[in-house]
């Protein structure tokens, strides 16, 4: 979904350009949370500027949202002029990107569940001795792991592994 510049949206819509990759839910979570930190009202329809504003505060975040942001400021024109979004990961997190375990299980809960989810990554990361948080080329060693093996868990890898090239 592409916006132009000048049109107004609301927080489930600044949410849905988040949501492919944070969820629906959570995706409305951090951006109702982000309006109100910086005093808007959820129920707003909120300008270019503040648009703009809504998704810096979510940018400088240094997990996958913070990562979505920084793309959906990019990707929806939003962006500062000379790509100066005035949003940058901290540099623990730019020189050594990570991503939480309960970020990659959110990926695959729409296809087998919270629990199967939990249970199946849990147990994949303890066989292979990663920890969370994950680096990316660890999430992605997973990922490319699980993603050979037949049936519905190998489908759920190859979409998360897709999601998770989208963020490098």
């Given at each position: 979904m592409t916006v132009q510049r000048a049109a107004a949206a609301s927080a489930p819509q600044i949410a849905a350009w988040l949501?492919?990759?944070?969820?629906?839910?959570?995706?409305?979570?951090?951006?109702?949370?982000?309006?109100?930190?910086?005093?808007?009202?959820?129920?707003?329809r909120f300008t270019p500027e503040a648009?703009?504003?809504?998704?810096?505060?979510?940018?400088?975040?240094?997990?996958?949202?913070?990562?979505?942001?920084?793309?959906?400021?990019?990707?929806?024109?939003?962006?500062?002029?000379?790509d100066e979004t005035g949003v940058r990961p901290k540099a623990s997190t730019a020189a050594s990107p990570t991503i939480q375990l309960d970020e990659i299980i959110k990926m695959f809960a729409r296809a087998l569940g919270d629990e199967k989810a939990q249970e199946t990554l849990q147990s994949e990361c303890r066989s292979r001795g990663f920890g969370d948080p994950l680096t990316l080329e660890e999430?992605?060693?997973?990922?490319?792991?699980?993603?050979?093996?037949?049936?519905?868990?190998?489908?759920?890898?190859?979409?998360?592994?897709?999601?998770?090239?989208?963020?490098?």
């Open positions: 949501a492919t990759v944070l969820g629906d839910e959570q995706a409305l979570q951090v951006v109702t949370a982000a309006a109100a930190e910086l005093g808007y009202r959820a129920s707003a648009q703009r504003l809504i998704l810096e505060r979510l940018g400088v975040r240094p997990d996958l949202t913070g990562t979505v942001a920084r793309h959906v400021l990019k990707r929806h024109g939003l962006a500062r002029p000379n999430a992605t060693e997973l990922l490319e792991g699980m993603a050979i093996a037949p049936g519905l868990v190998a489908i759920a890898a190859r979409f998360a592994k897709a999601r998770l090239a989208l963020l490098r």
